[in-house]
């Protein structure tokens, strides 16, 4: 699976972003698909995931209210839409895919990452 990840930008504290991850070679109809960020200096982690129905989602505390992730299979893509944008958002955000489970630690396929600055 080949992940490609936009929409990172420079944005003011309080605006929005769309992060679009799209999947080619193979359909993402059956993996359960996540977002992951990495500031600098800190290890990466897992923030928001959806199973591969798009029925459920998860989110960590730090997001909840503010980020939802959602998915178009039809088009084997997956969006990420942040609100409420704050400084300790600012990281690399990757795409990442799950063949077999939803757990954070499942994730075996990863974009290249996309840059989120919010200053």
């Known amino acids: 699976v080949q992940l490609v990840e936009s929409g990172g930008a420079l944005v003011q504290p309080g605006g929005s972003l769309r992060l679009s991850c799209a999947a080619s070679v193979l359909r993402i109809t059956t993996y359960c698909m996540g977002w992951f960020r990495q500031a600098p200096g800190k290890e990466r982690e897992g923030f928001a995931r959806?199973?591969?129905?798009?029925?459920?989602?998860g989110y960590v505390d730090s997001v909840k209210g503010r980020f939802t992730i959602s998915r178009d299979n039809a088009r084997n893509t997956t969006y990420l839409q942040m609100n409420n944008l704050k400084p300790e958002d600012t990281a690399m955000y990757y795409c990442a895919a799950a063949r077999r489970s939803c757990s954070w630690t499942a994730f075996n396929y990863w974009g290249q990452g996309t840059q989120v600055t919010v200053s």
């Open positions: 959806i199973s591969p129905d798009g029925t459920s989602t």
